[in-house]
């Protein structure tokens, strides 16, 4: 079992940059770990996804924009956000997936605006 902890969100102005992290509690070398965001009223949904060998995968919405990492030496995965827009607002959630185990951070929240 592993806790995360997201940080890094706040208010930025539209075509700013973010950087989230999410820090881990213990060894994220084997799990799937990801970006997920949650807008007021909406769903939430896949952001992006990085796998234990570093391959990732982005939502079409924020490819180009947005990079994930991984450090695992430091237990630590980053969202890289640039080119922010007013619809990039939202609730950012950290997962952890190994087997059957899907762990979740408490959210960070993300604001663009003028």
């Known amino acids: 079992q592993v806790q995360l902890v997201e940080s890094g969100g706040g208010l930025v102005q539209p075509g700013g940059s973010l950087r989230l992290s999410c820090a881990a509690s213990?060894?994220?070398?084997?799990?799937?770990m990801g970006w997920y965001r949650q807008a007021p009223g909406e769903q939430r949904e896949l952001v992006a996804v990085?796998?234990?060998?570093?391959?990732?995968s982005y939502a079409d919405s924020v490819k180009g924009r947005f990079t994930i990492s991984r450090d695992n030496a430091k237990n630590t995965v980053y969202l890289q956000m640039n080119s922010l827009k007013l619809e990039d607002t939202a609730v950012y959630y950290c997962?952890?997936?190994?087997?059957?185990?899907?762990?979740w951070g408490q959210g960070t929240q993300v604001t663009v605006s003028s």
């Open positions: 213990g060894s994220i070398s084997m799990y799937l």
């Open positions: 997962n952890g997936k190994r087997g059957i185990g899907d762990y």
């Open positions: 990085i796998g234990r060998g570093g391959s990732t």
